[in-house]
């Protein structure tokens, strides 16, 4: 299983970007799918995802300004980002949870970072 992340790249502040997120290889069922991120000396954090139950969980810094959109058929799952700020400025990392077999425990997979960078 590989996830593939695009979409990344330079904007000013105020402006947007959507990222994409695509699984590929022996998928059996996706249950969780979102996006976190890491800027330079902090933790990596949750910035959106789709949960398990269907409902989605936004980081309060991006409630409003970001939208996850649900894991289409071709397994890929959008971010949406408007009215970015600076503090944006990050490496945006794909996550999800897959079944390979049917019955199986999900697995947690990663994706390479896309960065994004938000200039004032």
């Known amino acids: 299983v590989q996830l593939q992340a695009s979409g990344g790249g330079l904007v000013q502040a105020g402006g947007s970007l959507r990222l994409s997120c695509t699984a590929s290889g022996s998928i059996f069922s996706i249950n969780e799918m979102g996006w976190y991120r890491q800027a330079p000396g902090k933790q990596r954090e949750l910035v959106a995802a789709f949960m398990r139950d269907g409902s989605t969980n936004y980081a309060d810094s991006v409630w409003g300004r970001f939208t996850i959109s649900p894991v289409d058929a071709k397994n890929t799952m959008y971010l949406q980002m408007y009215f970015l700020k600076p503090e944006d400025t990050a490496d945006y990392f794909c996550?999800?949870?897959?079944?390979?077999?049917?019955?199986?425990?999900?697995?947690?997979?990663w994706g390479k970072g896309t960065q994004v960078t938000v200039s004032s």
């Open positions: 996550n999800a949870v897959i079944q390979t077999i049917p019955l199986s425990t999900g697995r947690n997979y």
